[in-house]
């Protein structure tokens, strides 16, 4: 660890940008030196398959989904969640009226924008039943609404 921390760290937050994300890829690849079962003929072998071990391992967090998704604290927080108050719309407040599994169903489709088969697996349902959901939820949207009132937003 003394001898390769301070190496891999600088190496791992230019190809990172980020401390915390280079502190994750030392850790990894110290461990994965710990754990290395051959021993190496030179250190000049060790050295180049650490930062290799390194670079792939920055490489890999890039690409990884957790870091495709995440924002800073900063634009988060320039970003801020507001939720719709139901007095705001009356399509809102008719779709919090609705049947629970209806309710939720519509609310995750065109509010929060999840696809059917993402809603299945959150409801812990088929897909089928989901579309089922929908198009009942959307009926009874209907009928609430009194006929076409915000019709377009509710095609699928």
């Given at each position: 660890?003394?001898?390769?921390?301070?190496?891999?760290?600088?190496?791992?937050?230019?190809?990172?940008?980020?401390?915390q994300?280079?502190?994750?890829v030392?850790?990894?690849?110290?461990?994965?030196?710990?754990t290395h079962?051959?021993?190496?003929?030179d250190?000049?072998?060790?050295?180049?398959?650490?930062?290799?071990?390194?670079?792939?391992?920055?490489?890999?967090?890039?690409?990884?989904?957790?870091?495709?998704?995440?924002?800073?604290?900063d634009?988060?927080?320039?970003?801020?969640?507001?939720?719709?108050?139901?007095?705001e719309s009356?399509?809102?407040?008719?779709?919090?009226?609705?049947?629970?599994?209806?309710r939720?169903?519509v609310?995750l489709?065109?509010?929060?924008?999840?696809?059917?088969?993402?809603?299945?697996?959150?409801?812990?349902?088929?897909?089928t039943?989901?579309?089922?959901?929908?198009?009942?939820?959307?009926?009874?949207?209907?009928?609430?609404?009194?006929?076409?009132?915000?019709q377009e937003?509710?095609s699928?």
């Open positions: 660890m003394e001898r390769w921390a301070d190496a891999v760290l600088r190496v791992a937050y230019t190809w990172s940008g980020s401390l994300d280079a502190q994750d030392c850790q990894t690849v110290l461990l994965k030196l710990l079962p051959e021993r190496f003929p250190p000049e072998r060790q050295r180049a398959w650490v930062l290799r071990v390194t670079i792939n391992c920055c490489k890999d967090l890039k690409k990884s989904a957790w870091a495709r998704r995440r924002v800073s604290l634009a988060a927080s320039d970003a801020a969640v507001t939720m719709p108050e139901a007095g009356p399509v809102l407040e008719a779709v919090m009226a609705l049947p629970e599994k209806y939720r169903a609310y489709r065109y509010y929060e924008e999840y696809e059917i088969g993402e809603i299945a697996a959150l409801m812990g349902c088929r897909s039943q989901v579309s089922t959901y929908l198009y009942r939820g959307k009926a009874k949207l209907k009928i609430m609404l009194g006929g076409s009132y915000g937003c509710f699928d």
